[in-house]
C-alpha cells in the first residue's frame, strides 16, 4: 500500500518535472530497455505463443483510468441460472509474450514492479508489450489467464476454474463514468452487476474481519497560475472493481496452497502500539472512535471526502507495514500464510503487466488447476521472489515517499513565511515539541516543531511554513 497516490493534473512546472527527473536519477530507477529487451519485446508481440481455447465470445470489458493502457484485466459478470453470479475475470498472459531465461525476463527480474512518478511511470515490460501486444486493449483478442468463479447468491465463490484462452475486451470504461452509469441505472447488467457482486464481498470482507482503506489520491492541480495539492476521495465502484481482483487473489491462494506449491502475498497483525497511536491520531481530527468498537468497523464508517477523514486514512497505511511474500513447494505449510487486512490466505496474480510476481502465480495456478506439475522455469525461480518483491518494493515505497516530499515541497517553495491552519495529528512521545500537522488546503501532511511550549495534540492550530527546499525534499512548518 502506497503511502499516497499522488499523479499530476494539467500541472507542466519546469522546475518540478527538473526536480522529478533529478530523483530518477538518484534513485539510479532503470528507464531505458537494454536493446535486447527491446528486440525480445518486438519480435514476441509480433509472434506470442497463443492458446487453443478461444473465449473472444464474451463481451468482456475493463476499468481503469483514463488515459492508461496497460490493462491486466477485463471481465464479464454475468447471473447464474437458479441463482448466484458467474465472474469471468481475464488477466493479461505475460508468459505469452516472455521467454524464461531470456534478456526480457533478465530485465524483468531487475525491475521486479512498475514504478510511479507524478509525471509518469517507469514499466516493468517495454510499451510494445505493456501498453500495446500483450494489453487487454478494447477490440484486439490478446491471450489471456481466464478465470471463472460461480458464486452464491451471497457471493461466496462455490467453484474456480482456470485455463489459458484467447479473449476480446470490447470497451474500456473509467471509474468517474462506471460510477455514473450504476447511479443513473443507465448501466447493462454485466456493468450493473458489480455493484450488486461488489456491496456482497464488501459485506462478506465485514464478516471475516478484512479492511479495505480507501486511501484518497492526492493530485497535483493548476490554480491561478501557480499549483495546489487535493485530494481525491475514490468513488464506491473503485471498491466494487477491487474486490472482484481480491476474490481472485483469494481463490488463487486456495489453489496453491490445495496443490502444495504456490507464493502467497502475506501481511503480519499490526505490531504493538501501533493501534493505540491511530487512537492519538483520530482524537487529534475528532473522529469519534469509541474504545469497543474495532479499528475495521470505524475504517469502514470514514468519508474519504471528508479532509480529516482522508488525512486519517493516509495514516491508517502504517499498519500495512510489514507486507511480503511466502513461497511454499512439495506440500509444506507455508508460514506465515495470512494477509491481515484481507483476513484470509491471499495471492497477487492479477496485475503482470506491472508486478513480477503475477506472472509466476498465474502459472502456478494453471498447474494447480490441471493437476499438472508447475513448469521448471517457476519452480526454480520461487526460492529467489520473496527477496526480489521486497528489495522492488522497498524502492517502490522510496519513490512514493520521496515524490510525495519532493512535490509538496516545490510547490510551496513559494509560499515560506506564510501561515496555514491546521490540526496537530501526532506529537513525538519524548520529544513533545516536535510532531505532525494536517493541513486542510493544501492538502499536506508535514513535519511541525516547536521552540516554546509542547505541540497540542489533536488541536487546531496556526502554523508558519519556515522551510520548503524541493533540493532537499524538505517541508517544515512551526507554530504561528
Request: net charge negative; aromatic share 4%.
Amino acid at each position: 500500500m502506497p503511502r499516497r497516490h499522488l499523479h499530476m493534473t494539467g500541472a507542466e512546472g519546469a522546475a518540478l518535472r527538473t526536480a522529478l527527473r533529478t530523483l530518477r536519477a538518484e534513485l539510479a530507477v532503470p528507464e531505458a530497455f537494454p536493446d535486447a529487451a527491446l528486440a525480445e519485446a518486438e519480435s514476441a508481440a509480433q509472434a506470442p505463443r497463443l492458446p487453443a481455447a478461444d473465449a473472444t465470445d464474451l463481451p468482456m470489458f475493463t476499468i481503469d483510468p483514463p488515459g492508461s493502457k496497460d490493462l491486466d484485466q477485463a471481465m464479464h459478470l454475468a447471473r447464474r441460472p437458479g441463482g448466484g453470479f458467474r465472474v469471468h475475470y481475464a488477466i493479461a498472459d505475460v508468459a505469452a509474450f516472455v521467454t524464461p531465461g531470456g534478456a526480457l525476463d533478465a530485465e524483468a527480474h531487475r525491475r521486479v514492479t512498475t514504478l510511479y512518478f507524478p509525471d509518469g511511470k517507469i514499466p516493468l515490460h517495454p510499451p510494445a508489450l505493456s501498453e500495446d501486444a500483450a494489453s487487454l486493449l478494447p477490440g484486439r483478442v490478446r491471450p489471456a489467464v481466464l478465470w471463472r468463479l460461480d458464486l452464491d447468491s451471497e457471493g461466496r465463490v462455490e467453484t474456480t476454474e482456470v485455463r489459458r484462452a484467447l479473449v476480446r475486451s470490447l470497451v474500456k470504461m473509467d471509474y468517474a463514468g462506471v460510477q455514473q452509469d450504476i447511479d443513473c441505472g443507465t448501466a447493462e447488467e454485466p456493468l450493473a452487476l458489480l455493484a450488486d457482486i461488489g456491496r456482497l464481498r464488501e459485506a462478506l470482507e465485514v464478516e471475516r474481519g478484512g479492511i479495505s482503506l480507501n486511501v484518497p489520491e492526492q493530485e497535483i492541480v493548476a490554480r491561478d497560475g501557480s499549483y495546489s495539492l487535493l485530494y481525491r476521495a475514490p468513488r464506491p465502484a473503485d471498491g466494487w472493481n477491487a474486490q472482484i481482483s481480491l476474490m481472485t487473489g483469494m481463490a488463487a491462494a486456495d489453489l496453491m496452497l490445495a496443490a502444495g506449491t504456490g507464493v502467497l502475498r502475506t501481511l503480519p497483525l499490526a505490531p504493538d502500539g501501533a493501534v493505540g497511536r491511530l487512537h492519538r491520531v483520530a482524537q487529534a481530527l475528532r473522529i469519534d472512535w469509541p474504545h469497543h468498537m474495532p479499528y475495521a468497523e470505524l475504517v469502514r464508517s470514514l468519508d474519504p471526502q471528508l479532509p480529516t477523514h482522508a488525512a486519517f486514512l493516509q495514516e491508517c497505511t502504517t499498519l500495512l507495514r510489514g507486507a511480503g511474500y511466502t513461497v511454499f513447494t512439495d506440500g509444506q505449510d507455508p508460514s506465515p500464510a495470512l494477509h491481515a487486512a484481507v483476513a484470509a490466505p491471499y495471492a497477487h496474480c492479477t496485475a503482470p503487466l506491472r508486478r513480477l510476481v503475477d506472472r509466476y502465480a498465474s502459472e502456478l495456478c494453471l498447474a494447480a488447476a490441471a493437476g499438472a506439475e508447475p513448469p521448471e522455469w517457476v519452480l526454480s525461480a520461487l526460492p529467489a521472489l520473496p527477496k526480489e518483491m521486497a528489495d522492488g518494493g522497498r524502492l517502490a515505497n522510496t519513490v512514493e515517499r520521496e515524490c510525495v516530499d519532493l512535490v509538496e515541497a516545490a510547490l510551496l517553495q513559494e509560499r515560506v513565511g506564510e501561515t496555514f491552519a491546521g490540526v496537530v495529528i501526532d506529537v513525538k512521545e519524548h520529544e513533545p515539541t516536535t510532531g505532525t500537522v494536517h493541513l486542510e488546503d493544501p492538502a499536506v501532511v508535514g513535519r511541525l516543531e516547536s521552540f516554546g511550549p509542547e505541540l497540542p495534540l489533536g488541536e487546531r492550530v496556526r502554523v508558519r511554513l519556515a522551510q520548503a527546499d524541493p533540493v532537499r525534499a524538505k517541508v517544515l512548518f512551526t507554530v504561528a
